[in-house]
């Protein structure tokens, strides 16, 4: 075909060239189609002419050196199919054309929404490509699973719910746009499913204001790390980590409110995704020795909150129900002068539960009748009442040498104290390096007492404002005095704690004070971790009250990587050179530091600060080593406690004011709330002989 003919009278004939035997297409993209075919006849004298969108025409000169010809036709439409015509040319002539039809790759999805998904499947949601409705779509994910996705006719948008996945697993997607078994170049998205929720969760210990559980680790296929998150009380949240290498997660909880009915929720989170929430219920028990109670010699009266039902049970075996009525424990017709077991039970779903027991001993009645019959010049006297009605072990005569009370002036025996530890050196403060780590100029460390820093080299400084203070009994370094950190010192305390390997701070003061800055702000406004010096501190709980607020740091080492607990009792009810508004307060806030240290008896000091570090701070420790001594010795030495801290540290006790507080929160605690269970002095006797001694020191103080 396509040769010429030549006759005697030289007339020219053309036959019409062949079509191509057939086209391929080689590549393509959303707009562009390379197509290709062998040369007709190889010749290197026809030509080609591509035909397409009924109006684009393509003229094709094939290249002399090869037998394939190619053509690029590119401003095509994405996932769009065309119709083409190729002719072959020669000399003019047109072969009939070679007719076919290809489409060029669809556009890939704009973006994909996840509108649903649970532990073990994602709901996917995605416009259709260009609306149209031709289109199929193909989803791959990791475990090589193909989902074929045919579109709906009446809808915008396409859904696809993604099954048998795995909890708490990132996944990785790759949705393609098919139109004629074309497929685009793919969208490429991830997207995690919702984590389990905690299992097997157990109490493994209770008391009234704290409580320790435990589950088992949540793990997923990628043997993920997953943070738990727990919500309880008015809106307060734990983070909570654990190591991949644990299988159980321990987590304690401190600073609960005694009798109170807790309701957790415990989450699992991964990538920001939390768990539907396991939630679980707790009673917190109550400490009775806790309650004010009002015992007199046939009542028992007592507000407490958290209980349903109370019983006694008398010394011997007789069990007395009373009554709880808003809040209210009541228990009426008691037997005078006897020693009642108190028990308090909390009723939830038929279930008695017990909350506490306390023994209590009511009061004697009056001795009534009370009359001297014999005395002998100070020596001895006879004294003789009517018989009492009720239990009684011992009638107790005390005749006191002086009674204390808010009036008297104790000024004259703050003033002897005032010199005391005075000339003691203070030669490290004073160094011209150290100057400005002092506050005041006036409450310098003594150099004996004081707390030394860890140097590593010559050049690093030792100083920080702060002594050892003594404790009860021979706890010398029991306390640490210190002042609030400045500015510039907040790393050194920091360093302090980490190296004296302290478990508690006291504070007594707060951060500004009638628009003075008081002391520094030492730890994180918020739950962001800040590092000071090397290192890491980080606010695990927050609990306000009225007086107080309770907080609990974790402490990390940088260089180590150890991380402590660190307990932050800061009391927020008392100002500066002055004293609470009443006792009561402070000395509950001092049981709660007690119970702390008490507790961490293996750690370091407790460091208890004020602004100066002496005042309150002084006012504080003094108190809680007094009633110690009062509690084990039955007596109390303020003026020697007061004597022996100054020697430690200078001004502590300050005022005359808080020398007389703390005097008055002796007398407070020393308010019978019941008769002492003493050893019997003189049983069942209706005489008492006081002894002559006793009875002299009485007529010198008249």
């Known amino acids: 075909m396509g040769v010429r003919a030549k006759d005697m009278s030289s007339l020219m004939l053309l036959v019409i060239p062949s079509n191509v035997d057939t086209v391929l297409v080689i590549d393509r993209s959303e707009t562009e189609i390379t197509l290709q075919w062998k040369n007709v006849n190889n010749r290197n004298d026809y030509r080609y002419e591509l035909r397409y969108l009924n109006e684009e025409i393509s003229a094709i000169t094939p290249s002399p050196d090869n037998s394939i010809v190619e053509q690029n036709v590119k401003n095509l439409s994405p996932g769009t199919e065309y119709s083409f015509m190729l002719y072959t040319v020669f000399e003019n002539v047109m072969s009939s054309g070679y007719n076919f039809s290809n489409v060029t790759i669809p556009s890939n999805v704009d973006s994909v929404l996840v509108i649903d998904r649970s532990e073990t499947e994602i709901t996917l949601q995605w416009k259709k490509v260009n609306n149209r409705n031709d289109y199929t779509y193909e989803l791959r994910n990791r475990n090589g699973e193909i989902s074929s996705i045919t579109q709906s006719q009446d809808n915008s948008t396409v859904e696809q719910n993604v099954k048998n996945l795995s909890p708490g697993t990132e996944y990785?997607?790759?949705?393609?746009?098919?139109?004629?078994?074309?497929?685009?170049?793919?969208?490429?998205?991830?997207?995690?499913?919702?984590?389990?929720?905690?299992?097997?969760?157990?109490?493994?210990?209770?008391?009234?204001?704290?409580?320790?559980?435990?589950?088992?680790?949540?793990?997923?296929?990628?043997?993920?790390?997953?943070?738990?998150?727990?919500?309880?009380?008015?809106?307060?949240?734990?983070?909570?980590?654990?190591?991949?290498?644990?299988?159980?997660?321990?987590?304690?909880?401190?600073?609960?409110?005694?009798?109170?009915?807790?309701?957790?929720?415990?989450?699992?989170?991964?990538?920001?995704?939390?768990?539907?929430g396991y939630t679980f219920f707790q009673k917190m028990t109550l400490n009775c020795a806790s309650f004010n109670w009002t015992v007199t010699n046939s009542t028992i009266e007592a507000k407490v909150n958290g209980c349903t039902h109370v019983t006694a049970k008398s010394s011997t075996g007789s069990i007395k129900n009373g009554l709880v009525q808003g809040n209210k424990v009541n228990l009426q017709d008691m037997d005078p002068g006897e020693i009642y077991t108190v028990s308090l039970f909390y009723e939830l779903e038929s279930d008695r539960l017990p909350q506490c027991s306390h023994q209590l001993r009511l009061f004697p009645n009056s001795v009534s009748n009370l009359r001297c019959e014999y005395y002998s010049g100070g020596y001895g006297l006879v004294v003789i009442w009517d018989r009492l009605h009720g239990v009684v072990d011992v009638v107790q005569v005390g005749v006191n040498k002086k009674n204390f009370n808010q009036s008297q002036n104790l000024e004259p025996e703050q003033k002897d104290l005032s010199s005391v530890g005075i000339e003691q050196s203070t030669a490290a403060a004073r160094l011209p390096e150290n100057k400005d780590k002092n506050r005041f100029s006036n409450v310098l460390a003594y150099d004996t007492s004081r707390v030394h820093l860890i140097t590593k080299n010559e050049s690093d400084s030792d100083y920080i404002n702060a002594n050892y203070m003594p404790g009860y009994g021979n706890a010398k370094r029991q306390y640490i005095a210190s002042q609030g950190p400045l500015p510039s010192t907040v790393s050194d305390f920091w360093r302090m704690v980490w190296e004296q390997k302290s478990q508690g701070i006291v504070m007594v003061t707060n951060c500004t004070e009638s628009g003075?800055?008081?002391?520094?702000?030492?730890?994180?406004?918020?739950?962001?971790?800040?590092?000071?010096?090397?290192?890491?501190?980080?606010?695990?709980?927050?609990?306000?009250?009225?007086?107080?607020?309770?907080?609990?740091?974790?402490?990390?080492?940088?260089?180590?990587?150890?991380?402590?607990?660190?307990?932050?009792?800061?009391?927020?009810?008392?100002?500066?050179?002055?004293?609470?508004?009443?006792?009561?307060?402070?000395?509950?806030?001092?049981?709660?530091?007690?119970?702390?240290?008490?507790?961490?008896?293996?750690?370091?000091?407790?460091?208890v600060h004020c602004s100066a570090g002496v005042g309150r701070t002084g006012t504080l420790i003094a108190l809680d080593v007094l009633l110690q001594q009062l509690d084990k010795k039955k007596e109390v030495g303020i003026a020697a406690f007061v004597q022996q801290m100054r020697l430690n540290r200078p001004l502590m006790v300050q005022t005359e004011s808080q020398y007389v507080f703390l005097h008055q929160c002796i007398m407070d605690t020393l308010q019978p709330k019941v008769m002492p269970d003493s050893e019997p002095l003189y049983e069942n006797s209706e005489m008492i002989y006081v002894n002559a001694m006793a009875i002299r020191e009485f007529e010198k103080g008249k």
């Open 516 to 607: 003075r800055v008081k002391c520094e702000q030492y730890w994180p406004l918020d739950y962001t971790p800040c590092l000071y010096g090397n290192l890491l501190v980080t606010v695990k709980s927050e609990d306000k009250y009225p007086s107080w607020t309770l907080r609990e740091f974790n402490v990390k080492n940088k260089t180590t990587s150890e991380t402590r607990t660190v307990k932050h009792f800061h009391f927020t009810a008392w100002p500066d050179h002055g004293v609470p508004t009443g006792t009561e307060e402070l000395i509950q806030f001092r049981g709660l530091v007690r119970q702390h240290i008490e507790k961490a008896f293996s750690a370091g000091p407790t460091v």
């Open 172 to 276: 990785s997607f790759m949705l393609h746009t098919v139109f004629e078994n074309v497929m685009s170049s793919g969208y490429n998205f991830s997207n995690v499913t919702m984590p389990s929720n905690v299992r097997n969760v157990i109490v493994l210990h209770k008391n009234d204001t704290d409580l320790t559980f435990q589950w088992d680790v949540v793990s997923n296929i990628d043997n993920n790390t997953y943070i738990y998150i727990l919500e309880y009380g008015n809106g307060l949240v734990n983070y909570i980590n654990h190591t991949a290498e644990e299988n159980k997660v321990t987590h304690h909880i401190s600073s609960l409110i005694p009798g109170t009915n807790y309701s957790f929720t415990l989450y699992t989170e991964f990538a920001d995704l939390r768990s539907t």
